[in-house]
C-alpha cells in the first residue's frame, strides 16, 4: 500500500488492488491506531484515530480531495504534501 503523505506522525496510504472496495478512501494510521476514512465527505468508514490526528486528516483530505479521486480513479501514485 503506497504512502500517500506523511505528517504528524500519521501516514497516509491508499491501496492499489483490482479488489478494493468503494466508498474512495484513504487509510490513516497514527501510533496503534488505523482508520479507513472517505475521500468525499472525510467520514470514517472503520477504525478509529484520536480526535486531534482525526481533525488534521480530515483537514487534509478535504484539502486535496480533488487529487486523492484522481489517485483513486488511476490508481498512479502520487506524493501529496502535508498542510502548511
Known amino acids: 500500500m503506497p504512502?500517500?503523505?506523511?505528517?504528524?506522525?500519521?501516514?497516509?496510504r491508499m491501496y492499489f488492488q483490482q479488489s478494493e472496495h468503494n466508498p474512495p478512501h484513504v487509510h490513516a494510521y497514527y501510533g496503534n491506531s488505523v482508520a479507513?476514512?472517505?475521500?468525499?465527505?472525510?467520514?470514517?468508514?472503520?477504525?478509529?484515530?484520536p480526535p486531534k490526528a482525526l481533525d488534521?486528516?480530515?483537514?487534509?483530505?478535504?484539502t486535496n480531495s480533488t487529487e486523492l479521486m484522481d489517485i483513486w480513479n488511476t490508481q498512479i501514485f502520487r506524493y501529496i504534501p502535508p498542510l502548511e
Do not use: H, Y
Open 3 to 12: 504512502i500517500i503523505s506523511r505528517f504528524n506522525g500519521i501516514v497516509i
Open 56 to 62: 488534521i486528516v480530515k483537514q487534509w483530505i478535504k
Open 36 to 49: 479507513a476514512i472517505s475521500i468525499s465527505d472525510a467520514k470514517i468508514l472503520e477504525g478509529s484515530l
